[in-house]
């Protein structure tokens, strides 16, 4: 499986404001998606990150409200805009490799808070 | 009707026993199955994935039952290390995302004691 980090690991963020979620993987891979796992539940997908184009947004979730960049087959950023206290969650990033049976692995998460 | 469904435990068991998880799911379209384990604060990984013949992997057993829709996890001789929450996956090939979208249960918890 690929290595994959995120930054930051967590983070507490004041109401109003954004932040940005890196995601790294140590080989290239053809598929990298953007999840939320929101306190007691299961993982949610927010949005398939795709090389060279926009990302493919899940039912609601909305490209001004989570930007996504993907610039190489190694890195996406995840942007999570005008917080409010709802978007406290653990946004983890995933990557498939494409080597078989659509498989994914996960990175470590962000921790968000917003106060 | 939620597309995966579990049974949110929590199982408690002794360590050395066999405990059984189920799952089912919606889509009768899906493909790919997996279970997934998660500790406390940690992100998922993969634990095996499921095939239609059911497959083995040390103590761990997989078995899928596509006309029931129902997938299971056998762990066998329990381990205190087993303790963690158990994610049934599942891939729904005809969904907005293509063939990549895993759809995830809410897991079933297990602790094991000692």
């Known amino acids: 499986s690929a290595v994959i980090s995120q930054k930051p690991s967590r983070d507490i963020c004041q109401r109003g404001t954004s932040l940005t979620i890196q995601c790294q993987v140590d080989?290239?891979?053809?598929?990298m998606f953007w999840y939320r796992q929101q306190p007691g539940q299961s993982l949610t997908l927010i949005a398939t990150?795709?090389?060279?184009?926009?990302?493919?947004?899940e039912s609601g979730f909305v490209i001004d409200k989570f930007p996504i960049s993907r610039p190489n087959l190694t890195f996406s950023t995840l942007t999570v805009s005008n917080m409010s206290p709802e978007d406290s969650s653990i946004y983890l990033c995933s990557v498939q490799t494409g080597r078989s049976n659509n498989e994914q692995f996960f990175g470590p998460g962000t921790r968000l808070t917003v106060l | 009707r939620k597309e995966v469904e579990q049974d949110p435990g929590p199982f408690n068991v002794p360590e050395g026993a066999t405990v059984a998880f189920n799952c089912t799911y919606s889509n009768s379209a899906s493909q790919s199955f997996f279970w997934y384990r998660q500790d406390c604060r940690k992100e998922p990984k993969l634990l095996m994935s499921?095939?239609?013949s059911g497959n083995e992997d040390g103590r761990f057993t997989a078995q899928l039952n596509r006309a029931s829709q129902y997938i299971s996890l056998l762990i066998r001789d329990s381990k205190l290390s087993d303790s963690a929450t158990y994610l049934c996956v599942v891939n729904c090939a005809d969904s907005g995302a293509g063939s990549y979208q895993l759809t995830f249960g809410k897991g079933t918890k297990l602790s094991v004691i000692p």
């Open positions: 990150a795709n090389q060279g184009s926009e990302a493919t947004y």
């Open positions: 499921v095939y239609s």
């Open positions: 080989s290239q891979v053809t598929m």
